[in-house]
C-alpha cells in the first residue's frame, strides 16, 4: 500500500503507517511508547490535534471548559496526549483504551486516567450502552488502525445528546469509508453531525485531518 501522508521521516511513525495486523500494532506501539510524546511534540511534528479536539468537546458542549462531573471515554488514548488537554480544560473522569500496553503505561504516569484498559477497537467493546457523556478518539482513525466501523461503536457507549469527537486523517477520510460511515449514522438517527472539518493534525509537517463532531441521538 502507497501512504503519501508526511511523516517527516520518524520512523516509529513511517512504519505505523502500513501495519498488517493487530500484533505487529501492538508492537511498533510498545517500542515507540518511551519516546512518543517527546516525537510528537518536535517541531517537525507539532501535534496540535490532542488540543484541537479538547476544544471541540467544550464547544460541543457549549461551554468555554469541561464540566468536572461528566465522565469521558479517551478510546486509542495512547501515552494520554488528548486525556491531558481534556483534563486541561476541567474533565476529572476520564477512562482511556489503548491496544498497546507500553502506550497505557505511559498514559498511567499523566495522573488524569481514572481507569485504563487494554483494548482492540476493531472490535466490539465491553460497555453498556450510553455509558460515556463524552467519547474522543484521536491519532487512531489513520493508515491500517481502525476501520470506520468502530465509529458506530463509539456512538453506542455514549448517552443520548452527549458527543463523539473523532480526528480521521484527510488522506483516508473518504477513500476508507469514514465520511459515508458519518453519514450513515445520521441517516440511521444515531446521530447529527454537528461539523466535519479539516484541520492542522500535525501542523509541523502539514498533515491535516478532519475533525468529526457527533451528537449521539440514541
Known amino acids: 500500500m502507497s501512504v503519501t501522508t508526511n511523516t517527516a521521516n520518524n520512523p516509529h511513525l513511517t512504519r505505523s503507517y502500513v501495519l498488517k495486523n493487530v500484533n505487529e500494532a501492538q508492537e511498533v506501539y510498545d517500542a515507540w511508547a518511551k519516546t512518543y510524546d517527546s516525537d510528537l511534540r518536535d517541531p517537525s511534528q507539532n501535534y496540535v490535534g490532542p488540543a484541537?479536539?479538547?476544544r471541540l468537546v467544550a464547544g460541543a458542549l457549549g461551554t468555554p471548559t469541561i464540566s468536572p462531573d461528566l465522565l469521558l471515554l479517551d478510546a486509542g488514548c495512547?501515552?494520554?496526549l488528548?486525556?491531558?488537554?481534556l483534563a486541561r480544560l476541567g474533565a476529572k473522569h476520564?477512562?482511556?483504551r489503548d491496544l498497546s500496553p507500553?502506550?497505557?503505561?505511559?498514559?498511567r504516569q499523566s495522573g488524569v486516567y481514572e481507569a485504563l484498559q487494554?483494548?482492540?477497537?476493531?472490535k466490539p467493546l465491553d460497555v453498556q450502552d450510553g455509558k460515556y457523556d463524552v467519547v474522543v478518539c484521536v491519532g487512531t482513525f489513520t493508515h491500517t488502525h481502525v476501520g470506520p466501523e468502530a465509529l458506530r461503536e463509539l456512538v453506542r457507549v455514549t448517552k443520548r445528546e452527549g458527543a463523539v469527537v473523532a480526528t480521521v486523517l484527510d488522506d483516508i477520510w473518504e477513500s476508507q469509508g469514514f465520511k459515508a460511515e458519518v453519514a450513515r449514522?445520521?441517516?440511521d438517527g444515531k446521530a447529527k453531525v454537528l461539523s466535519a472539518e479539516s484541520g492542522d493534525y500535525r501542523k509541523g509537517c502539514?498533515?491535516?485531518a478532519t475533525f468529526v463532531v457527533l451528537r449521539v441521538l440514541v
Open 78 to 80: 495512547g501515552t494520554g
Open 82 to 85: 488528548a486525556g491531558v488537554e
Open 102 to 107: 507500553g502506550m497505557l503505561a505511559v498514559a
Open 118 to 122: 487494554t483494548t482492540d477497537l476493531n
Open 94 to 96: 476520564i477512562d482511556g
Open 52 to 54: 484541537a479536539v479538547a
Open 185 to 187: 449514522l445520521e441517516a
Open 206 to 208: 502539514g498533515v491535516t
